[in-house]
């Protein structure tokens, strides 16, 4: 037996932090052979019959030493008691058979680098899997004298330092920039979609997490191309997609697969090819649109019709579950501001999860009411976003309605949360955005995902929808509608396109929305929201888990990081989620008046009918801003504060109107939009949710001070 070495004194669970993929076999040391190797060099490479090569995933950290460390078991498990190889010499030896794909490069100051050493890099190693006929992992082939030899290849002055330099982490994503380097490429003179295709091929294959962002968006823009008015002369999906998995067969399909990231580009093109005609194809790209799906089908996991032909991975969930490059258990919490997961937040304290490859800072894990896990409130500012959008933010021409709205949506932005802001702490299950848009409910977070689905679904399907979750336009009476365009007494409040009359704020704002669960035998499964007591599937869909005592007795839900990571990454990668927080947001106002039901009874005897409207009670900038806050934190709840706020304004000024009226006194009005802000705090229950409304108020006051205006007739922005 080789003996053992006392590197885990020495080589850190960090600098080990990596996956090996085995093709998702779980291949024992016992199956270990003594062989020669089929790949001479590390990288992509053309398939090979019955062979394939372990391949190691970094994570924040991960050394090749540490990589090494974890492939020793292999290598020496052939190894006798003299020629036996220790990590550092295995790690020399994945230096040398991989300096091409690692960018090894010499600095001015002679100190080498490795510029391609990044979290999420495929890397290959000079280990490999020999295959059956049928397929599966037989054996390990291990080469022990071409691994000495690799080794030995290297400069001992310049990999002493090399084998030991942990992985660089991949930078925040700048969807604007993103968006602007495609929007450049595919403009430029005598652009060529295959030529493009084929280059992000090769980058795919070296770091799949790497180049996401960019793909995806690449897509997003050539579908607007392609399905532009009047329609291009030439359309550019097909060649780019065909291109892009050229030469990419099973193996490196599974491989990439295997990688959210790698398997979200992999959604996207199966989403082309799937729309493509065949008969609108010449012949030879049929045949590579078949052997590209074939192989996309295989590597995604997708289920077979009982026809033939595949259902998509959005119809049914498919059997290949991706995973991210790793974290270790000292790196998803972190206790100081220096961070080394390299997320890039300006207050990294807190849990930590990998979203395509990038550390996501998700916050502190806390209880409120019995509710305990993560929240954080953001770091990309609405008010700055906006500004920069101009007037793009409103998505159609702006009015003076629909600016009055926006201004004083964006003057209590601070108060509620960034556009990157996540929550899994309270009975809302999770909340996501500026507004704390929340999943628990049909009229909240599923209705803002649904606008970007609309609007941009590969950015839907690689933030949300690849994870398995669904949304649908629903019922008011929750049952199922009869189809997806649900009928206006489906949706009543629905202001559906092609009618812009019907709100200043846009078109295309469902009222009810469900979110779904893809599941594998059968059509997506709707997930009911929270009704007395929380929705189990949906509260589990989430993360969510209720921990009780032995006897039964609840003691608190609580809720792991990875969806608060997975919309924060929305809020801080597309641009698109964060224009519809905007959009959505200053719909508010108009779901703020569908909802405000006030009951002939309930009114106060001083009032009568017609009743005001909630525009003719709450006319000034300040009185909207207290208004709006309390409708994102208790939708049902802002009639009940209303009332009780003019029952207080009676009791010192008990007459509302002007003369016989209708109209209502100034004076009435301005002690009347004072009132409301204690009240909203007297109408919420007793308990953690009072205190929560009470500390908020300071907050409103300081939007007053920087310039709501607290005039009767100031705000303008209620839609008629």
């Not at 291109?243 to 093109?269: F, K, M, P, W, Y």
């Not at 009347?672 to 949710?689: K, Y």
């Amino acid at each position: 037996m080789p003996p053992t070495f006392p590197l885990s004194l020495v080589v850190s669970p960090e600098a080990k932090n990596a996956t090996l993929w085995t093709r998702g076999a779980d291949v024992p040391r016992d199956t270990v052979v003594a062989g020669e190797l089929v790949f001479s060099h590390g990288g992509p490479q053309p398939e090979q019959p019955g062979r394939v090569r372990i391949v190691a995933v970094p994570g924040p950290q991960a050394s090749l030493t540490g990589v090494a460390w974890q492939l020793a078991g292999y290598v020496n498990s052939i190894a006798g008691t003299y020629d036996w190889l220790d990590p550092v010499t295995i790690a020399r030896a994945i230096l040398q058979y991989n300096r091409p794909l690692l960018g090894v490069a010499t600095r001015p100051d002679l100190r080498q680098v490795m510029n391609g050493w990044q979290v999420g890099t495929l890397l290959t190693l000079p280990v490999e899997l020999a295959l059956t006929a049928a397929g599966a992992v037989e054996h390990v082939v291990v080469d022990l004298a071409r691994l000495r030899w690799l080794a030995e290849q290297e400069d001992d002055l310049s990999q002493g330092a090399l084998v030991d330099d942990p992985v660089h982490a991949l930078g925040r994503p700048d969807p604007a920039a993103i968006a602007q380097a495609a929007k450049v490429r595919l403009a430029a003179a005598g652009y060529d979609p295959a030529a493009h295709g084929a280059e992000l091929r090769a980058a795919l294959l070296v770091n799949p997490f790497a180049v996401v962002f960019e793909a995806v968006e690449t897509f997003r823009q050539l579908r607007e191309h392609d399905t532009a008015a009047p329609p291009p002369a030439v359309a550019w999906r097909a060649p780019f997609t065909l291109a892009l998995l050229d030469g990419v067969g099973r193996e490196t399909a599974g491989l990439l697969a295997s990688t959210t990231s790698g398997n979200a580009v992999l959604r996207a093109a199966w989403h082309v090819l799937a729309g493509l005609d065949p008969a609108g194809l010449p012949e030879p790209d049929r045949a590579r649109r078949t052997a590209a799906q074939n192989a996309l089908a295989s590597a995604l996991g997708l289920v077979a019709k009982a026809g033939g032909g595949w259902f998509g991975p959005a119809e049914r969930r498919p059997s290949v579950a991706p995973a991210e490059p790793p974290l270790t258990p000292v790196q998803r919490v972190i206790e100081t501001t220096q961070d080394p997961t390299g997320s890039g937040d300006a207050n990294p304290r807190g849990s930590h999860e990998m979203v395509h490859g990038r550390s996501v800072t998700v916050g502190k894990v806390g209880e409120y009411a019995g509710w305990r896990g993560p929240a954080y409130g953001g770091e990309v500012d609405p008010v700055t976003f906006a500004t920069g959008q101009g007037d793009a933010v409103f998505g159609q021409a702006p009015t003076p309605v629909l600016r009055q709205a926006l201004r004083i949506v964006l003057a209590i932005g601070p108060n509620e949360g960034r556009l990157d802001a996540c929550r899994a702490q309270d009975s809302a299950f999770l909340s996501t955005g500026f507004q704390q848009w929340s999943a628990h409910t049909d009229t909240e977070m599923s209705v803002l995902l649904l606008r970007l689905q609309r609007r941009a679904p590969e950015h839907y399907d690689l933030l949300f929808g690849m994870y398995g979750l669904g949304v649908r336009r629903w019922t008011w009476s929750g049952a199922a509608p009869a189809d997806d365009a649900a009928s206006a007494a489906d949706n009543p409040f629905d202001v559906p396109a092609g009618n812009p009359a019907a709100s200043p704020f846009g078109t295309n704002f469902p009222t009810f929305v469900r979110f779904t669960r893809v599941v594998p035998d059968g059509e997506p499964v709707a997930m009911p929201p929270s009704g007395a007591a929380p929705g189990a599937e949906r509260l589990a869909f989430f993360g969510g888990r209720e921990v009780r005592k032995a006897n039964g007795q609840l003691i608190r839900r609580e809720f792991s990081g990875e969806w608060t990571a997975r919309v924060r990454m929305a809020g801080l990668a597309s641009t698109d989620y964060q224009a519809e927080q905007i959009r959505t947001g200053v719909f508010r106002l108009q779901r703020m008046v569908r909802d405000f039901k006030a009951p002939a009874a309930e009114w106060p005897a001083a009032f009568r009918a017609p009743y005001p409207a909630l525009k003719d009670l709450l006319t000034s900038e300040w009185s909207a801003a207290i208004a709006i806050d309390f409708h994102i934190q208790r939708p049902g709840a802002v009639w009940t504060a209303v009332r009780a706020a003019l029952v207080r304004t009676l009791a010192t000024n008990p007459n509302p109107y002007v003369g016989a009226g209708p109209a209502l006194d100034r004076t009435f009005l301005a002690q009347f939009h004072q009132n409301l802000l204690p009240e909203r705090v007297a109408v919420t229950p007793a308990g953690d949710a009072r205190k929560t409304m009470a500390g908020r108020n300071p907050l409103l006051v300081n939007v007053h001070d920087k310039g709501a205006d607290a005039t009767v007739g100031s705000f303008t922005g209620w839609p008629a």
